[in-house]
């Protein structure tokens, strides 16, 4: 069954320190990959997605995300987080075939420290 | 930058209540979704509506779940006779395209309380 999967539940780290949320995807092809963040009684912004070429894809706010295929997996990175990163972060995934049906993952809080 | 807009964004209502959420689409949009983000889970899949026909649905919406869009602009779900249980946040989104590469752009939520 397609399945997406975000292993960290909570996330904390320090302002200035290097982030990274993870993301599997359980498919049988190539699906489109995206991020989308949540913050605090917001609704769901994208931050960058993945359709195909570069598996290295920029987004907004200095995020990036990087396509392995091998491992199946989508993970968030960015170098350096501020404060206003504090938010949840959404991993889905849009399998192809049929109608537009995003499947989310359950989701990672992530916390700032100063 | 052009948004989907959700009006209310928060209603309380008691049990058994019928409730309307309402979303305005970006306008070149043709296709609209309805999820569900019940407080602590993940976001679901409701239903998907093109060409004023349902798509597709999840086995969420059941029949206390309708959709429709009465004019040109809104699209809205409604949920006949509300239980506890459909407390939660409830996201419209849109899309150009129905299938393939393509970005669904989501509104900021209308908020449900069941009481």
């Known amino acids: 069954a397609q399945s997406v999967t975000q292993p960290d539940i909570h996330i904390t780290v320090s302002e200035g320190a290097s982030l990274e949320l993870r993301c599997n995807y359980s498919y049988g092809a190539t699906p489109y990959l995206f991020w989308y963040v949540q913050s605090p009684g917001q609704g769901l912004q994208l931050l960058l997605k993945?359709?195909?070429?570069?598996?290295l894809v920029q987004g907004i706010k200095g995020f990036e995300a990087e396509f392995k295929r091998s491992q199946s997996s989508f993970n968030l990175r960015k170098p350096s987080v501020h404060w206003s990163d504090a938010a949840e972060y959404f991993c889905?995934?849009?399998?192809?075939?049929?109608?537009?049906?995003?499947?989310f993952g359950a989701g990672t809080r992530l916390a700032v420290h100063p | 930058e052009p948004e989907v807009t959700q009006t209310p964004s928060h209603q309380v209502t008691q049990m058994g209540q019928e409730v309307i959420l309402r979303c305005v689409p970006i306008s070149n949009h043709l296709y609209f979704y309805w999820y569900r983000q019940i407080l602590g889970q993940k976001v679901e899949f409701l239903v998907s509506f093109y060409n004023n026909e349902i798509s597709e649905k999840s086995e969420i919406f059941d029949d206390q779940f309708s959709v429709e869009r009465p004019d040109g602009s809104n699209f809205t779900l409604k949920i006949r006779s509300t239980k506890l249980e459909d407390s939660a946040m409830y996201f419209c989104?849109?899309?150009?395209w129905g299938s393939g590469a393509n970005v669904l752009t989501f509104g900021a939520g209308s908020r449900l309380t069941v009481l």
């Open positions: 889905a995934v849009l399998f192809s075939g049929g109608y537009n049906k995003l499947i």
């Open positions: 993945y359709f195909s070429g570069d598996t």
């Open positions: 989104a849109s899309s150009e």
